[in-house]
């Protein structure tokens, strides 16, 4: 009998009391490898119930796969009651989270439920993931989503903890902020399904940019819950250095591993008592922790003696390194940014932001500090600077008014050869119409009038003998096809 994912044990409903985690198992046991784009479109973009059920699903279908890697079943039935019992989404929510799950492309309907009634057993509906189409490319745009990725790469393991636990009994903030710790630091695969990450600290500007949070006052909250429950541990502080950002440095936080587990049993213990008796435990406090369980590595060890052995341990991702030697060139009177600086400002945003900003600082005229201009700027996503804009905005308008000057050129020309090319149609048409019976120029006068489009050219086809002969003889033309007449435009 297949048992549910999301059952727990009584040791971790003992820890659920408590709200305690007791860490996340180590990728050595059991772990989904999880498409990427359920935390890049699903988790960031969409409401807690269709989050929820969207992962009790995958979990469903990934937790369970055969000796050659595929899932053992892909169309899971589903039940209102297994939906709320395991999935955490209430009974009057499941129809609305059902359907945005399925308008985002992220399930599909395989057979649809039947009701209940006399003489007529009852049919839960069964859905499955909905997956791209071959040669579908990579996306983490929602309006571009058309199902899960299907090539290779693009996956992280993640711990079936945060699906059986995290997803299902927090709220979507802290769904957020657990599944980018996971995410980043956990591991990563490249297009070739190749490559991992180790176990690295993610920076608090990272996930405030990852998970998708615009209050910050959430944010904060969220993390600070999270390290309370045991989810998550800050590794390092942040503090800010006004002096060309050498000291400055950005909170980190990684994954609690089981193992650690007792290690930070007593810091998430004190934290969560100071939370049920009202107290918000300070910055310092949290660190000082930490910091006596081992779990904060202290800034105040010595440097290495040996700079270029410091040089070799610091490792950059290959996914950062353009970034990060970019940052590191940076040099503004000798004043250059640390290693850790740039590392942190390489992973806060994408290389092309970073050499805009970088290309934007001179005209922001940073005289007093240009280099922490430039790593606020990076790490806020500073638009840019007001002559840039301005000097932008009146580019588009020339390019615009350019545009509409040469459409106007373009459509007066089209209205001159038409002219040229009616005046030519009517001469090669006259000496037919003169040939015409006086019946069938009726005829031709007739339809020449009835083919007009205003009250205007009407009057003026029965007041007006030149006009009305020109219309004939225009009819004429497309009647006989004597010459391919253009009546578009009129005269």
Not at 285 to 305: M, V, Y
């Given at each position: 009998?297949?048992?549910?994912?999301?059952?727990?044990?009584?040791?971790?409903?003992?820890?659920?009391?408590?709200n305690i985690f007791k860490g996340f198992e180590h990728l050595t046991a059991n772990y989904i490898y999880c498409p990427n784009q359920f935390f890049e479109v699903c988790l960031r973009h969409q409401s807690r119930s269709c989050v929820r059920l969207v992962a009790y699903i995958l979990r469903q279908t990934l937790g369970y796969l055969d000796r050659h890697g595929d899932p053992v079943k892909?169309?899971?039935?589903?039940?209102?009651?297994?939906?709320?019992?395991?999935?955490?989404?209430?009974?009057?929510?499941?129809?609305?989270?059902?359907?945005?799950?399925?308008?985002?492309?992220?399930?599909?309907?395989?057979?649809?439920?039947?009701?209940?009634?006399?003489?007529?057993?009852?049919?839960?509906?069964?859905?499955?993931?909905?997956?791209?189409?071959?040669?579908?490319?990579?996306?983490?745009?929602?309006?571009?989503?058309?199902?899960?990725?299907?090539?290779?790469?693009?996956?992280?393991?993640?711990?079936?903890?945060?699906?059986?636990?995290?997803?299902?009994?927090?709220?979507?903030?802290?769904?957020?902020?657990?599944?980018?710790?996971?995410?980043?630091?956990?591991?990563?695969?490249?297009?070739?399904?190749?490559?991992?990450?180790?176990?690295?600290p993610l920076p608090y500007s990272y996930i405030h940019q990852f998970a998708n949070l615009n209050d910050p006052k959430t944010l904060s909250d969220t993390l600070k819950k999270a390290q309370q429950k045991g989810y998550i541990k800050r590794v390092t502080a942040g503090c800010f250095d006004t002096n060309a950002g050498k000291q400055s440095r950005a909170a980190s936080y990684a994954v609690?591993?089981?193992?650690?587990?007792?290690?930070?049993?007593?810091?998430?213990?004190?934290?969560?008592?100071?939370?049920?008796?009202?107290?918000?435990?300070?910055?310092?406090?949290?660190?000082?922790?930490?910091?006596?369980?081992?779990?904060?590595?202290?800034?105040?060890?010595?440097?290495?003696?040996?700079?270029?052995?410091?040089?070799?341990?610091?490792?950059?991702?290959?996914?950062?390194?353009?970034?990060?030697?970019?940052?590191?060139?940076?040099?503004?009177?000798?004043?250059?940014?640390?290693?850790?600086?740039?590392?942190?400002?390489?992973?806060?945003?994408?290389?092309?932001?970073?050499?805009?900003?970088?290309?934007?600082?001179?005209?922001?005229?940073?005289?007093?500090?240009?280099?922490?201009?430039?790593?606020?700027?990076?790490?806020?996503?500073?638009?840019?600077?007001?002559?840039?804009?301005?000097?932008?905005?009146?580019?588009?308008?020339?390019?615009?008014?350019?545009?509409?000057?040469?459409?106007?050129?373009?459509?007066?020309?089209?209205?001159?050869?038409?002219?040229?090319?009616?005046?030519?149609?009517?001469?090669?048409?006259?000496?037919?119409?003169?040939?015409?019976?006086?019946?069938?120029?009726?005829?031709?006068?007739?339809?020449?009038?009835?083919?007009?489009?205003?009250?205007?050219?009407?009057?003026?086809?029965?007041?007006?003998?030149?006009?009305?002969?020109?219309?004939?003889?225009?009819?004429?033309?497309?009647?006989?096809?004597?010459?391919?007449?253009?009546?578009?435009?009129?005269?």
């Amino acid at each position: 009998m297949r048992t549910p994912a999301n059952q727990t044990s009584a040791s971790e409903d003992k820890s659920t009391e408590t709200n305690i985690f007791k860490g996340f198992e180590h990728l050595t046991a059991n772990y989904i490898y999880c498409p990427n784009q359920f935390f890049e479109v699903c988790l960031r973009h969409q409401s807690r119930s269709c989050v929820r059920l969207v992962a009790y699903i995958l979990r469903q279908t990934l937790g369970y796969l055969d000796r050659h890697g595929d899932p053992v079943k892909q169309d899971i039935r589903v039940s209102y009651k297994d939906i709320s019992h395991y999935a955490g989404v209430s009974t009057r929510s499941i129809p609305k989270a059902l359907a945005e799950a399925e308008s985002g492309k992220f399930i599909c309907c395989v057979t649809p439920g039947i009701a209940k009634a006399p003489g007529q057993r009852g049919q839960a509906a069964e859905y499955r993931l909905q997956w791209g189409s071959d040669g579908d490319k990579y996306t983490n745009a929602p309006q571009r989503f058309t199902g899960f990725y299907t090539g290779e790469g693009y996956r992280s393991p993640i711990p079936n903890g945060y699906f059986d636990v995290v997803v299902p009994r927090e709220t979507l903030a802290m769904a957020k902020v657990v599944g980018t710790v996971l995410r980043h630091t956990v591991g990563y695969a490249n297009q070739f399904g190749t490559g991992r990450r180790s176990h690295a600290p993610l920076p608090y500007s990272y996930i405030h940019q990852f998970a998708n949070l615009n209050d910050p006052k959430t944010l904060s909250d969220t993390l600070k819950k999270a390290q309370q429950k045991g989810y998550i541990k800050r590794v390092t502080a942040g503090c800010f250095d006004t002096n060309a950002g050498k000291q400055s440095r950005a909170a980190s936080y990684a994954v609690i591993w089981q193992p650690e587990a007792a290690k930070v049993d007593k810091t998430a213990k004190t934290l969560a008592a100071c939370a049920e008796d009202g107290k918000i435990p300070s910055e310092k406090t949290a660190e000082s922790l930490s910091e006596k369980d081992g779990n904060n590595p202290s800034d105040r060890k010595t440097g290495f003696k040996d700079s270029s052995k410091q040089q070799a341990e610091f490792v950059v991702a290959p996914e950062f390194q353009e970034s990060f030697q970019l940052l590191m060139q940076v040099d503004f009177n000798g004043e250059r940014f640390s290693q850790e600086t740039a590392l942190q400002l390489a992973q806060s945003r994408g290389l092309s932001e970073i050499q805009q900003q970088i290309a934007w600082l001179p005209k922001r005229k940073a005289d007093r500090n240009p280099l922490g201009m430039l790593r606020i700027a990076i790490e806020q996503n500073w638009s840019a600077p007001t002559e840039v804009q301005e000097r932008e905005r009146n580019r588009a308008n020339a390019h615009k008014e350019k545009k509409r000057e040469l459409a106007k050129a373009t459509r007066m020309d089209e209205i001159d050869r038409a002219k040229q090319e009616r005046r030519f149609n009517r001469q090669q048409a006259m000496p037919w119409w003169n040939g015409l019976s006086r019946e069938k120029q009726a005829a031709i006068k007739q339809e020449a009038y009835e083919r007009l489009d205003s009250d205007f050219h009407r009057k003026r086809f029965r007041t007006n003998d030149k006009f009305c002969l020109e219309k004939c003889l225009d009819e004429l033309c497309l009647q006989e096809g004597i010459v391919p007449a253009m009546t578009s435009v009129s005269n």
